[in-house]
């Protein structure tokens, strides 16, 4: 797929204890959260004896085959992982979740999020003898957990996550148990679910309403909650909390009817665009959202300015890689076979557009002038989010600064680059207001301030990992 | 792809002559056209000396490979084709343009519709000698062409498509010349635009918007049209001319952002939620559109009956073929995972659910359980178009009558089987007049009201065809 | 593969009326035959009400799926044909047998041949409104018999092969009869058999033995054998005879097991090896043969010369396309790839290397410079058929005379450019002399000598047709 | 592959230091010792600054892409793995060479063989905290040489090697250096070559005739050999040296062109048959030797015992998957097509069948079988190798006990389940009497008499480890 925006979540995962249709349960799951990685996809079970899994590169529907999944199912507890789309090479060795097989008993694991130690733990693990199979940051953690010679297993993988700093939200499965860990910022989503009295945890709250679990609530910065015979421990790995959860999961990432704190993203996006109503007094025709992220934030921002949203942007549902010769105009041409504008909605109307973000600009720049050529008379762009600068290494595939329009330009020269008559962001403390409003204890803006609250360690980013690490 | 309406439209076609980037533009209008057909695509191209082409299964960018495209660049002319994916196997041989190489010339066809007697034709021209090699009613086409003895092209062509009953729109090409046609009853939409100088077709205006061309007028019924190297020939197959249109492009096929007679589908349709609303007198809090293609009517509803509309349903991006083990709940669960209702904005809500047509009733009785589930107080379905009863015999696979819900059931009783509070179709004549009132000179609505304007001869439905006439 | 011969048979077939496995026969007679055509394969059954079938591109375990094959299983009668690899682009709609649907009845044809009138007859056919789809000449009889409009099947039958002149062996399947056609030539075999009280019929016998069929005996030239539930009818469809079988299947083509009037070409090679000793008084150590043809000659020419026979050359059983960079040698590379000596056999030794036939040149240069490699004192080459001069019009897929070797140089300059001590060519006479000691009425030897017994109607090789003829 | 034999070989390996070609080098290497695997194929190089490779299923020629070949070719060295065919499902993480990335340095390795006792080195490394990716054997060797502490390569390798009991022959490559070693029983071949000057390695000597290279001599008995930019240092890991070469090398592994110790194993073979023949006084008309492999010995056997040889039995050279019905007859139906009898070369005659081992029974019992039905009047058996009794725990994937008729019958037992007129054997004397005469310093004869010359330590069959050690 053409990505034009160059913003990729890493991963969705799920988890599920003690139910007789763990591996379908997990499979449906996966299904609904296949917006946060299209690159593969597994499923590992237990079934208190040993693991077993499978796993594939794609979507969802092409990784796992039905003899596959037929193999998963009198399996009663499972824990299943999507993987976002890199944009160069990608391989099945680093699809999750990872299993580890020895002779004291198997252990499999799923990972969203992004160790910013990672590098550093390989090596000095690697210089101790350890081998490591993939370049992902995940592994590490396997190593941990082994080198430890506690006999309890709470001992180990406590001592085990202290090691680690970075962003995480890990399922751990073995024979007998299910370990759900959030790293002590909070910074991934991991949301616990109950669907016929057996405890489920997912990613986002779309997974509980695809398979018909219940949300109970959001996991909390540094929980560790084990799922056993035993039944439910809740536990924290640290005593530290410094919630930092990412904004651009409120923003854009979560599904549109995901839920944090029992609010769904699209009552905050709609809010963020009522906010950014206030912050930007243009006289307008017409409102229209960016399908399909910023509909909410459109209809938010025609609500608070009463100003009339319309359709007048479509999106083609069919993509996938075309072929078209290269050239000047190839990238425009893939946003035009992506997006097209409603002419007769659009025409001689004074219009803003609204976004939820900005990357490249590429997107911006032919939404005005589609706009401009279907007989707009003014064209304004709103943006949902404050200007985005800077990289994550927290777990988000944002392109190098380089790419970056914020990170490079100004407001204005943005504006022209993109030729909208205007153009506003939303400033960073009405976001924040937003997300306080709704009950949000702290969320990382690192990517709009460069305010990392996680020092970095390894100062690499995911995509340049790769190069240094990858076996065959 | 686990078709739940058993909607289909069976094709769309684009053709383009004496332009460079011919092939190009033909694949771009066709990946524009995609919604139209997804079993398969292909296209045939002309260099004034032979004809020359590709086609594959699946969508267009399965369908034809880079390398096949590249050795279509150099060739002026064009046409292209997407074909409807049938429910049960489906076959090479039968996807579209057809091209026929012959020792005095070659000839290429590409059909969107369906004919009413080419069942008796062929069965006539077999008698003579004739061998078919597609179950495609198409070909009936060709082998008319064939057996004229005239010399002149056009005598030929008009000879042979006024033994044509059914709906046609065609794309000929030959070396030298690009023949359009569209039946007297103009049941499908064909429109004609022009790029940098040279004229081109497409079942949709969305082509035209894709690849940059301006669009001039629709085609009209009995319209011939030939282009050559003497520039564009505007003639008539036939004297007469009875216009019907096909409800059902308006109402679902067609692109929103496609245009008829200039006015855009999207506003055809919220005008058709307009007039809903004013049937429809029911007292609730919001409206909700069922994404994607009933968005526009819940807009003219909300606007006409000031009720807030609101994204309380939200579709899954991401289906394919899942592996779910069948049994009883296997289809409901299929829906659940491709629509999910957005908790906070319905809980506690009286709502008005607008959906543009009604087949089987299993989306609706899922749709209104979902939001009563997510916590809706009362759940009203709203149809933007009159209840469905009767199979289409010229060109949707509209499934057969038993599978239709309104052909078997009365209004009270689909209300009851879909558990709504109330259910309100738009009445037959309210529907005509949004028509004519954008300028429609005759819509079809034979599915509606079982007036069906053209006799049909053969009594088959496209999908039993294939059974007596397929080859391996 | 990477074709090193230039030779390549362009079918066979297999046929079998009434037996409760019939596809299941079919399928292990079409893998016993498929030395004979490796591109595609295909099997059309009949349940006395209708034809159905599954073709496919490849060898035939790769061409028929195990699902297509269980949809076999009930019909009691079969044909089934394998297919050559062309060296270009092949494709499906040109695999066999052919399946003709027609509202009076269904018609399935699979042929191994080649006519030499198929143009002409398919132009005249094509000024009558005919099309054709494939560029198969094959397609011609379906039309010769669907323009028939006798109502009895055998008169319709008998008319068409009239007009057909070349090579040809026919299956024809209908509904409720299975037709076998001869030449009257009998360029290409076709042998009977009978199974478990029914019959079948097979290009070669080697089939019979794979199903546990008895072979009863070689079909003449002109017989038409019609199979049905009325038995067998054993009939002409001329009075013309003139045995003409082709050379090639004798020396090259037919799997040693074959028999040919209850004749093995094991044994018959073996012959063509002694006769070849007779005319080759070189003095040598020992005899090798070129694996693994030409194993039968050798052995004929050890024991009528008295030299020891020794495995010196040894074939490489895995072959495939290789990715090797192309350039001068990669050729050579090939055939060494393919083609290894035995270094301690051939050290040392004067050595008589026996080949059963030699196209470009390539295959013997290499032999021959390994075997010196390797430590061979002299290597003298012996060919156990007379020089290949002309291409075949007949059904086999020889080089056009530029690649043919002998076409182009004198005996001598061959062997220099072999640079064998010395190249010794069987005579065409004592190669007719051992053909008809075994029973022979008549050879075709137009690729040794030129005289064609068939008049070459149409000029056309079978690799050039494709261009004229080829659809999408 | 249906494999009715039940012995496979596990492994090919390859290397070449220092070559400008080295990737095709090895390429074409691996592509002579496809027959010693066919699960899966591998190449990584290195260009003195890292490794890089690609490795894939199957065929060589299937599992090396044209693209990944283009980008190995700057590479001056370079080390390939061809990997056995198990009969379960294979799996690409267990596919050679194995490449391991560090902060400190890459490693390769490919091994040909089988450890006794990795299972027990793998378990007390994964107590002190590694983990294993595979279930190879071949990865404790990795693990070994990364816990090792020395500064010094060759110190490391010693050391590593010192631990591990059984066959091995390794290929390890670091940035820059090969090394090259072999056990100290010396149970699996290995070869040192040169070409154009640089050092090369390979299991059989076949490799170097496809690529041109020079046969040096046969690697010893706990040999270590290492390529570097210093060139080629001679050295032993070990002073032990009890030569325990594999017997079933000689008897059906190694290609028939292949040398050890400067022998073909052809003429090695034939020798074998020779005794044979002394120890079998039947009278018979003729000698056939089961394609291909016992071609040589009854070449031997015809020689000595004056007796003719013909090809009375021949193999259908087109295998693969084929999908016939299962039941009684299924696994006979498959030795059917791939062997075939010579009608009237054996029809009336005395017959002796040569084939080189007897593992379950089903093809001889089909051969008598066939050669009766096409006429023999007695059909006698000898086998050029003692009766097989024993499982192979150093490399060879027999089939276990149960399966393996010599070691649940008596020879009169098996005579009469084939239904052989006689049946004989070699004796285990004669057989080393040949090896010892061709220059061997030892062979193991396992398992014909059940003297394991290394102490099977873990007790484990390759076949079972999978179960315990694989991930997904």
Redesign the interface.
């Given at each position: 797929m053409y990505d034009i925006r160059g913003l990729n979540e890493e991963c969705g995962i799920f988890g599920v204890w003690d139910h007789e249709r763990a591996s379908?349960l997990t499979?449906?799951a996966l299904?609904?959260l296949?917006?946060r990685g299209?690159e593969g996809a597994?499923i590992?079970c237990s079934n208190n004896e040993y693991l077993f899994?499978?796993?594939g590169m794609g979507?969802?529907?092409?990784a796992?085959?039905?003899d596959q999944?037929a193999s998963l199912?009198e399996f009663p507890h499972a824990i299943g992982h999507v993987r976002y789309a890199t944009t160069g090479g990608s391989e099945?060795?680093n699809v999750q979740?990872?299993?580890?097989?020895?002779?004291?008993g198997d252990l499999a694991l799923a990972h969203n999020g992004n160790l910013v130690n990672a590098?550093s733990i390989?090596?000095a693990l690697?210089?101790d003898?350890?081998?490591?199979?993939t370049?992902s940051d995940t592994?590490v953690l396997?190593?941990l957990l082994?080198?430890?010679k506690s006999t309890d297993r709470k001992t180990r993988i406590k001592s085990a996550l202290k090691q680690l700093k970075g962003a995480f939200a890990f399922v751990i499965l073995d024979e007998d148990s299910l370990t759900i860990a959030l790293d002590d910022h909070g910074v991934r989503p991991l949301m616990l679910g109950e669907i016929d009295g057996s405890y489920c945890v997912a990613s986002e709250t779309?997974a509980f309403?695809?398979i018909?679990a219940e949300y109970i609530r959001d996991i909390e910065p540094g929980e560790l909650i084990t799922l056993s015979e035993d039944g439910i421990d809740f536990d924290r790995y640290t005593d530290v909390e410094k919630p930092n959860m990412c904004s651009m999961e409120y923003i854009y990432f979560a599904?549109?009817?995901s839920?944090f704190r029992?609010?769904?993203t699209?009552?905050i996006r709609k809010e963020l665009g009522r906010e950014l109503a206030k912050e930007m007094p243009v006289e307008a025709d017409i409102v229209i959202g960016v399908p399909?992220s910023s509909?909410?934030a459109a209809?938010g921002f025609s609500e608070e300015s009463g100003i009339k949203q319309?359709?007048g942007l479509?999106k083609?549902?069919?993509?996938?890689?075309?072929?078209?010769?290269p050239g000047q105009e190839a990238r425009e041409?893939a946003v035009?076979?992506k997006l097209?504008?409603?002419?007769?909605?659009v025409e001689g109307k004074r219009i803003i557009v609204i976004d939820d973000s900005i990357v490249r600009g590429t997107t911006s720049r032919f939404i005005v002038k589609a706009l401009r050529k279907a007989g707009a008379k003014e064209v304004h762009m709103g943006v949902s989010s404050p200007p985005l600068k800077n990289p994550c290494f927290y777990g988000i595939d944002v392109s190098t600064h380089a790419e970056i329009i914020a990170s490079q330009k100004s407001n204005e020269e943005i504006r022209r680059e993109i030729d909208a008559d205007s153009l506003t962001y939303l400033s960073v403390d009405a976001m924040h207001d937003v997300y306080h409003s709704y009950g949000s204890r702290g969320q990382c803006d690192a990517c709009f301030t460069g305010n990392y609250p996680i020092e970095i360690i390894d100062q690499v980013l995911p995509q340049e990992k790769d190069l240094?690490?990858?076996?065959?």
């Open positions: 379908e499979y449906i299904h609904s296949q917006h299209q597994g590992v899994g499978a796993r979507l969802l529907t092409e796992l085959t039905k999944l199912r099945l060795s979740p990872f299993l580890f097989k020895n002779h004291r590098m390989r090596e690697e210089d003898g350890a081998i490591f199979q370049s592994e396997a190593h082994r080198k430890n779309c309403t695809a018909g599904r549109a009817d839920e029992h609010t769904s699209y009552t399909d509909l909410a209809k319309e359709q479509l083609n549902r069919y993509v996938g890689r075309t072929f078209i010769s041409r035009r076979m097209s504008p409603v002419r007769d909605v240094k690490t990858k076996g065959v």
